[in-house]
């Protein structure tokens, strides 16, 4: 089965501009989360999918927003760029909403606002 | 409010050595608990899990026991290789609601040969 996965790997962006990062879930996966992780620190949430509807979100201004897809892959987009969304953004499959899972995790999108 | 609280890092230790990383919470209701390990330029990668008390999680020789009157997840390996050197972080899974994970800031492993 494949696992995650996200693109583009590597990204640079200007302050002010908008971005859209792309995660394909695990196959059997229904649920897909995004985490941002700032460098030296554990990631943090910013939003839940489940089949195509937002299922929680973070501390995170809604100038994050994202999309699920009927295959269950999913975009993250940021409008308005700043120089502290720099940062690892983490996408995360599971079958189902429950943490008990643990989600799988991609191996990211590095982002860098300059 | 949910919390994890890891030992700060870095850790050096000799290949063959002891590891132990210890790692707390705080939460409402009764957790899922996790340790997940990062390697260089990579994702992350759940190691081991505990769904409840008592539980022990264990994988590649690591293990974690969930102590619910300690409120602890301390990760532990008998004898720690070079390839283990990673980033390891502690997280716990809330409950109800909006379900997610809440990690630890990281703790950082160097293993020397």
């Known amino acids: 089965e494949t696992g995650v996965t996200q693109s583009p790997t590597h990204l640079i962006k200007t302050r002010g501009q908008q971005v859209t990062l792309r995660c394909s879930s695990q196959?059997?996966?229904?649920?897909v989360s995004w985490y941002q992780q700032a460098l030296g620190q554990g990631p943090q949430f910013i939003f839940q999918?489940?089949?195509?509807?937002?299922?929680g979100r973070g501390n995170f201004p809604p100038r994050f927003s994202g999309l699920q897809f009927p295959n269950y892959s999913s975009e993250l987009n940021v409008n308005a760029l700043e120089l502290d969304d720099s940062a690892l953004y983490l996408c995360?499959?599971?079958?189902?909403?429950?943490?008990?899972?643990?989600?799988?995790f991609g191996s990211g999108t590095r982002l860098t606002v300059v | 409010g949910n919390s994890v609280t890891q030992m700060e890092g870095p850790v050096t230790l000799s290949e063959e050595a002891f590891l132990t990383i210890n790692c707390t919470y705080t939460?409402?209701?009764?957790?899922?608990l996790f340790w997940y390990v990062q390697y260089p330029g990579e994702g992350l990668q759940l190691l081991l899990k505990a769904t409840k008390a008592d539980d022990k999680g264990s994988n590649k020789g690591f293990e974690a026991t969930y102590r619910k009157e300690t409120t602890s997840f301390h990760l532990e390996k008998g004898s720690v290789q070079v390839s283990d050197s990673a980033v390891y972080f502690c997280?716990?899974?809330?409950?109800?609601?909006?379900?997610?994970?809440?990690f630890g800031k990281g703790t950082k492993l160097t293993v020397n040969p």
């Open positions: 196959s059997g996966h229904n649920t």
């Open positions: 995360a499959s599971s079958p189902g909403m429950t943490s008990n899972y643990g989600y799988t």
């Open positions: 999918y489940y089949r195509e509807e937002e299922n």
């Open positions: 997280a716990l899974g809330t409950q109800g609601g909006s379900e997610k994970l809440v």
């Open positions: 939460a409402t209701g009764y957790p899922s």
